[in-house]
């Protein structure tokens, strides 16, 4: 079964496991042990649908971060060639301080 699908399930319990409680807890008017058992199964509702979504989550982070099965990594020296091009990007973004200098001498 794709993890995907097997979220959707985790959320799907979640959902059911809160709409239970929300229904036992509409009927235990009277009785506290039946209060006590919604609330608590509210509560692990709540929380199974927060693992859902961080399950979901992480595996967004992780494919994002794993490179898919056909890309190569750049080696060291790549790496630093890539590193000094950003490097040399950012610099040229960067106002030359004569030329700030000559717009505000203007005003």
Same mark, same amino acid.
């Given at each position: 079964?794709?993890?995907?699908?097997l979220?959707?399930?985790?959320?799907?319990?979640?959902?059911?496991?809160i709409?239970?409680?929300?229904?036992?807890?509409?009927q235990?008017?009277?009785?506290v042990? $039946?209060?006590?058992w919604?609330?608590?199964?509210?509560g692990?509702?709540?929380?199974?649908?927060?693992?859902?979504?961080t399950?979901?989550? $992480?595996?967004?982070?992780?494919?994002? $971060?794993?490179?898919s099965?056909?890309a190569? $990594?750049?080696?060291?020296?790549?790496?630093?060639r890539?590193?000094e091009?950003l490097?040399?990007?950012d610099q040229?973004?960067?106002p030359d301080l004569?030329?700030v200098g000559?717009?505000?001498?203007?005003?």
């Open positions: 079964m794709e993890k995907k699908n979220n959707r399930i985790i959320a799907a319990a979640g959902v059911l496991q709409i239970g409680a929300i229904v036992v807890y509409s235990a008017a009277t009785t042990i $039946l209060e006590v919604a609330a608590i199964t509210l692990m509702g709540v929380l199974t649908i927060a693992v859902a979504v399950n979901h989550r $992480l595996r967004e982070i992780r494919d994002a $971060l794993t490179p099965s056909g190569v $990594l750049p080696s060291a020296p790549q790496s630093e890539i590193r091009e490097a040399a990007a040229s973004r960067k004569a030329q000559a717009i505000f001498k203007d005003r």
